[in-house]
């Protein structure tokens, strides 16, 4: 009888830590070169900087007050932020009735092109920009060329170094993860609504507007999520497109750590930048979650 | 009405034709037989190809970039493996917590991560080494290590292990022959995305490289902030050959579509 107790206390008791040995390595992992580095980059933007003194590792505000106050600062973050939500836009304009269209093809042409749409989201994105880079090339750049020779535009646009340029090439990379958001939402929805509202006379405007569009909406909202934070946290794309003069918060950070070497501004700029987006994934997710409880339950 | 109209398959042409101008832009630059860039391109020629070869930095950044991809994805699923068996099979008290800390690296930027990284391994003096890269892109691809392999750990019929034990096997044994071989698809595919994760990292890694450690992304984003020639695109095209064959192995062991749904998290 005590044996029996025993075993089974033994067996509990390895029940309960066998997950703790699991997790253990890791865990351990994490909090070593994960948690610290964070909390030391956040302590890193309180310690003070000179040109010839270097880091000092002292309690000021300094760099968040620089922050603050000058403006140079608030354009880059609202050019950031500007940038991330058209990218943001037409992804969702572009990549949510691809989505639709594509869930509608028949099965091998579906697979073909889900892998040709989704597949670039693993090819290198310097690779990626540096196709742009080519199609922007400059005044004479193939699409100006083609804008032109569709009577869409009279003179050439300039592309490199703006914000448009910025704006496109983003959109390009993050196209996939809206399309895989939408499409994923597609495969929720029932296909017999859809004949049910055919067969009670509905038009297909009516239908995508009344029947498709209620039920993709949770999706195109996560995926704007997911791109929007992606977008203004992106480095490679402004990097190369922007050039060196139009920064945004990651190029920005990345000026402060190589080039100028002010860490502890850099560490601000990054630390600032990880909080506005903690806070809008946060913020838009629970919104999301609370208007359409029904859909994610 | 489950068919395209024509205006669907226009509109579904012309976004195919964007998501894919691009690349293969890159793609047919990189075969062009003049000595700068020119498009549209006149001619085949691998003379681009061929020039890669006399440029050390760049070679050596294939070699850093292609041994840092296959090491950091394996240790990250030595991690891995265990701590996904553990929240597959175990109710406890802060599993919840533990899934979010170890998905977390898909949430921070990776600018904050080469800023917080560049930080920690300067303090220790491991600046620029490739010790310091390795343990970075260790954490880096965890979630994708841990996910994949999570995937296949939940829906794994245990009564094969019941009779294993039953039969007297255990502790490494048990594992080593029942439990592994069962998840092995999950593992499998877990490195291979790991892999492409970690060969294609430059926002990160452009923190930590210093010359002699600079990965191949690296390489081609110092290159082109200076000139954009033909040279780094070819450079780019093997980069996407390379991406391309992994991709195929990932599509025929898993599928390419439950692989990216697990990409599909705020993170780059």
């Known amino acids: 009888m005590t044996a029996a107790t025993d075993a089974s206390t033994q067996a509990a008791s390895s029940e309960t830590r066998a997950p703790w040995a699991l997790t253990l390595p890791a865990l351990m992992l994490f909090v070593g070169v994960l948690v610290i580095p964070l909390l030391m980059t956040v302590m890193l933007s309180f310690h003070d900087w000179g040109q010839y003194k270097g880091i000092e590792p002292v309690f000021i505000l300094k760099n968040w007050q620089e922050i603050a106050s000058d403006p140079y600062y608030a354009e880059m973050f609202w050019r950031t932020f500007r940038i991330a939500l058209l990218a943001t836009l037409i992804t969702a304009v572009l990549g949510a009735p691809e989505a639709y269209i594509l869930n509608r093809m028949s099965g091998r042409w579906k697979g073909i092109f889900l892998l040709l749409i989704l597949g670039p989201l693993l090819i290198s994105v310097v690779a990626r920009t540096l196709g742009w880079a080519l199609l922007f090339g400059g005044n004479n750049g193939l699409v100006n060329k083609l804008l032109m020779s569709l009577g869409l535009i009279r003179a050439p646009l300039p592309f490199m170094f703006t914000e448009t340029g910025m704006v496109v090439a983003l959109a390009h990379v993050m196209m996939p993860f809206m399309v895989l958001s939408v499409w994923a939402a597609l495969q929720r929805v029932d296909p017999q609504i859809e004949n049910a509202a055919m067969s009670l006379g509905a038009g297909a405007f009516t239908i995508i507007r009344r029947i498709i569009l209620p039920q993709i909406i949770p999706g195109v909202l996560s995926g704007a999520i997911i791109v929007f934070s992606l977008s203004a946290s992106a480095f490679a794309t402004p990097a190369i497109i922007g050039g060196r003069r139009l920064k945004v918060a990651a190029t920005l950070a990345y000026d402060e750590f190589l080039n100028t070497l002010n860490w502890p501004l850099g560490a601000a700029v990054a630390v600032l930048l990880l909080l506005a987006l903690v806070l809008i994934v946060v913020g838009s997710n629970a919104l999301i979650e609370r208007r359409y409880a029904e859909v994610f339950r | ?268």
């Open chain 2, 1 to 268: 009405m489950r068919t395209n109209g024509p205006l669907a398959l226009i509109f579904h042409t012309l976004f195919v034709v964007f998501m894919l101008a691009p690349i293969v832009v890159v793609c047919l630059v990189a075969f062009t037989p003049e000595g700068f860039l020119s498009l549209p391109v006149n001619g085949f020629s691998l003379r681009w190809f061929r020039t890669i070869a006399s440029y050390p930095e760049f070679v050596h950044a294939f070699w850093v970039s292609l041994g840092l991809g296959m090491v950091s994805s394996f240790v990250a699923l030595l991690f891995a493996v265990p701590a996904a068996l553990a929240i597959a099979r175990y109710r406890f008290p802060g599993r919840d917590a533990l899934a979010a800390l170890f998905l977390s690296p898909l949430m921070i930027p990776h600018v904050v991560l080469g800023i917080a990284f560049l930080r920690f391994f300067t303090s220790l003096g491991l600046g620029g080494t490739f010790a310091a890269l390795l343990i970075a892109h260790v954490i880096v691809v965890f979630p994708f290590a841990l996910r994949l392999t999570l995937a296949v750990a939940t829906g794994m019929d245990r009564s094969v292990e019941m009779a294993a034990v039953s039969l007297g096997a255990g502790g490494f044994t048990l594992f080593r022959r029942v439990t592994l071989p069962l998840i092995m698809p999950g593992v499998i595919s877990g490195w291979a995305l790991a892999f492409i994760q970690s060969f294609d990292d430059l926002t990160m890694t452009v923190f930590l490289a210093a010359p002699g450690t600079e990965t191949l992304p690296v390489r081609m984003f110092l290159y082109i902030q200076d000139n954009i020639d033909p040279l780094v695109t070819s450079v780019s095209a093997s980069v996407i050959a390379i991406t391309m064959t992994a991709l195929i192995l990932l599509d025929r062991f898993y599928g390419l579509d439950r692989v990216l749904a697990g990409k599909s998290d705020p993170g780059r």
